[in-house]
């Protein structure tokens, strides 16, 4: 039997599934690895972990696979030397050492003009400023460096023995010219970085080499689009993927590159070649649940809440700011502050739930009206994560965003998205539509309430005013 292998490397470890043509998932294998935070606001890897991670859990699928694609988390950065031997540990995509660094580089080019080039604006996460950082702070470790790759990418140099990163990755280092699909000269020069020492760039169905027993590996993607193709996201017009786990992820094709000025949402390549994507985060969507239930409802379970807040009317005077952890779309601000406002006492535990959940609904919505300034037409949402599995939930975002939420039959995210670019690479798949008509598959879609829709767009109305008033005040 033809099987095909997805291998996701996440910030707390790896994930490896093998599928059948037919989307099938036939086995599934899994190996965690620490965490270093040697000061507040590091976060660093061993990329080593990474490798022995992913080759034993590639083993323990247990099958002889076709093709391999890769997925992963964005943004870290791995500094080689010209042995390709790792010079210190990986700094990732949440670590937020580089505030210095993202001024300098919106300074260098100006802001404009970055976005304009990359679609974003410089922020923490991003992989160039980490660099700056490290030519400032770790001179000695800089002087060394002749290779820079990404997380995934470092797992496909110890697969393959090959140089490559897909466009997706590569978007989120800040230094490809996002429209164009290639490596920034512009920002390159202006932020003095060799262009050698950056690997090729791929289209995400591309053979970007083979393993020791010949086996093709796609060039892969980035965790966010490696999941949007795994829940059929591929072209504009098609259904947008939204994911409701810790954080909160819209993500739309685009016919072509277009920035949003304010870069309130961020700008990629997508994995389907010459596609590009627009992406909305809030911080805390599930994450705001999952805060609730622990800080005010110890002991309580999700069932039990949810059920209480059922028994309350849609917008019943109760608004939650849902920005608990700082927020990023829209407002691109880690100083922004959560609230309950409109308190009562008629409000009970299952009213501050329901605001919650209305909360994070609402906050999803900010993305979907940036994501239609650019002319997205968002007519069904793929929903996916931990708080997809709660129905008055699901009706709750439908209904405040208007649009029908399906669900996919296959829930296993990145690497599933993966998977399929690794059968594209083998020839198993025509190419990437191919693979989403034979292997993506809705098992249920949840409409809005119309009954709901008044209530929710006055609600919305007022949720907007939220943040400008909170920020008078804290």
């Not at 660099?131 to 990404?150: G, K, M, N, T």
């Not at 709750?396 to 296959?410: M, Q, T, Y």
Request: net charge negative; hydrophobic share 45%.
């Amino acid at each position: 039997m033809t099987l095909l292998a997805g291998i996701d490397v996440g910030t707390t470890g790896v994930k490896a599934i093998a599928i059948t043509p037919e989307g099938d998932v036939v086995g599934r294998a899994q190996r965690s690895y620490p965490l270093s935070t040697p000061r507040p606001g590091w976060s660093e890897q061993d990329p080593e972990d990474w490798w022995r991670a992913s080759e034993v859990a590639l083993a323990e699928l247990g099958h002889e696979v076709a093709g391999i694609g890769l997925s992963g988390q964005m943004h870290g950065l791995v500094a080689l030397d010209a042995e390709d031997r790792v010079i210190r540990p990986a700094i990732l995509w949440n670590d937020q050492r580089t505030g210095a660094e993202c001024a300098e580089i919106e300074e260098r080019i100006g802001l404009a003009r970055l976005i304009e080039l990359t679609g974003n604006r410089a922020l923490p996460g991003f992989t160039a400023p980490k660099l700056l950082w490290l030519r400032r702070h770790e001179p000695e470790a800089y002087s060394q460096v002749q290779r820079v790759l990404l997380p995934k990418d470092y797992v496909r140099l110890r697969l393959t023995g090959r140089h490559a990163i897909d466009a997706t990755d590569a978007s989120g280092t800040l230094l490809l010219d996002v429209a164009a699909r290639r490596w920034s000269d512009d920002v390159l020069e202006a932020l003095e970085l060799p262009r050698e020492w950056l690997p090729e760039v791929l289209e995400s169905p591309e053979v970007s080499g083979t393993s020791a027993e010949g086996t093709p590996v796609a060039a892969g993607a980035g965790d966010q689009a490696a999941a949007a193709l795994g829940v059929g996201v591929v072209d504009a017009g098609g259904p947008a993927s939204l994911v409701l786990g810790t954080s909160g992820v819209v993500f739309a094709a685009l016919p072509a590159f277009r920035s949003d000025p304010e870069a309130r949402v961020h700008v990629f390549c997508h994995a389907v070649p010459e596609r590009w994507h627009a992406m909305g985060v809030m911080l805390s969507a599930a994450g705001s649940l999952q805060w609730f239930r622990d800080r005010l409802a110890p002991g309580a379970s999700f069932d039990e809440l949810v059920a209480e807040a059922a028994a309350w009317p849609p917008a019943a005077g109760l608004l939650f700011a849902p920005y608990l952890a700082g927020e990023r779309t829209p407002h691109a601000d880690p100083d922004a502050r959560g609230a309950f406002v409109g308190l009562e006492l008629r409000h009970d535990r299952g009213a501050l739930c329901r605001a919650v959940l209305e909360g994070v609904a609402y906050g999803l919505r900010d993305s979907f009206e940036l994501l239609r300034a650019l002319g997205v037409p968002l007519n069904v949402a793929r929903v996916s994560g931990g708080g997809a599995r709660g129905r008055l939930w699901l009706e709750i975002v439908g209904s405040v965003l208007g649009i029908p939420l399906e669900l996919s039959v296959v829930e296993e995210g990145s690497a599933f998205g993966a998977a399929l670019l690794g059968g594209v690479a083998a020839g198993v798949f025509a190419d990437v539509h191919d693979a989403v008509a034979r292997c993506v598959h809705v098992s249920d879609t949840v409409e809005p309430n119309v009954a709901w829709t008044e209530a929710y767009e006055e609600g919305y109305a007022r949720y907007r005013l939220l943040y400008p008033a909170i920020k008078e005040v804290v």
